[in-house]
């Protein structure tokens, strides 16, 4: 497998903090993860044009967690993460298909992989 680096996605609130996720919905369109930040309202991100998701407990993806580990909660894989690994099998039709990236929503407790060839929506959850 080749060498983990991701960077932080700019563009998204609270980078200094790590999220709790506490609620994943998906219809087979989108993928919405409630997210409770412990320094402001609990907040939506929101993927579309999915390929696929993984949700793992943090310490299942130690090896991710070296030295280079990039700021933030939000994180784009540009190479060694899930889509590499999958990548490797060769019925994984995803590991072909141009304009997917990979993203890493870093969470407290659990952490979800996501494939999808669009950046997702982050909203806040008015009260």
């Not at 680096?5 to 700019?10: D, E, L, Q, S, Y």
């Not at 087979?28 to 793992?56: C, E, I, Q």
């Not at 060694?80 to 019925?91: D, H």
């Amino acid at each position: 497998m080749s060498e983990f680096i991701a960077n932080a996605a700019t563009g998204f609130p609270s980078a200094s903090v790590v999220p709790e996720i506490a609620r994943l919905d998906y219809d087979t369109l989108n993928l919405r993860l409630t997210l409770k930040f412990a320094d402001s309202p609990p907040a939506h991100l929101t993927f579309k044009d999915l390929s696929g998701f993984r949700v793992l407990r943090e310490g299942d993806l130690i090896e991710y967690w070296g030295g280079a580990r990039p700021d933030g909660w939000l994180w784009v894989v540009q190479s060694g993460g899930w889509r590499a690994t999958e990548a490797q099998r060769s019925g994984f039709v995803s590991g072909d298909m141009q304009g997917i990236r990979e993203f890493l929503v870093v969470g407290q407790v659990d952490c979800v992989s996501v494939l999808s060839s669009s950046v997702p929506e982050f909203s806040r959850i008015e009260s």
